[in-house]
């Protein structure tokens, strides 16, 4: 099993900043895995944000590149959110795919509005 427990999320004014935290526990510790990053606007489909390797390799949607940064500190990811806009408001979650399961965090919300 794996468990996977985000927080960060909140309110912030257009240009502003917030950092997301996914921390992993259980049966993926100590072995080699991708962790993703997924949001879900209201009312829209979940779509995919970032994702990075085991080996430290990271994958950015158009949408955020250049913008958000992925950083890993053993079992914990961040996702460090700079100059947010209004489109960015949604529920985020990570997502690791181990053993053949998909797991996904609870979920943090995320709004950007003045």
């Known amino acids: 099993q794996v468990q996977l427990v985000e927080s960060g999320g909140g309110l912030v004014q257009p240009g502003g900043s917030l950092r997301l935290s996914c921390e992993a526990s259980?049966?993926?510790?100590?072995?080699?895995?991708?962790m993703n990053w997924y949001r879900q606007p209201l009312g829209k489909a979940r779509e995919f944000i970032t994702a990075t390797t085991g080996d430290g390799i990271t994958y950015y949607d158009d949408s955020v590149k250049g913008r958000f940064t992925v950083s890993r500190d053993n079992a914990k990811v961040y996702l460090q959110m700079n100059n947010l806009k209004p489109e960015d408001t949604a529920v985020y979650y990570c997502?690791?795919?181990?053993?053949?399961?998909?797991?996904w965090g609870q979920g943090t919300q995320v709004t950007v509005s003045s």
């Open positions: 259980g049966s993926i510790i100590g072995s080699s895995y991708t």
């Open positions: 997502y690791v795919r181990h053993g053949d399961r998909n797991y």
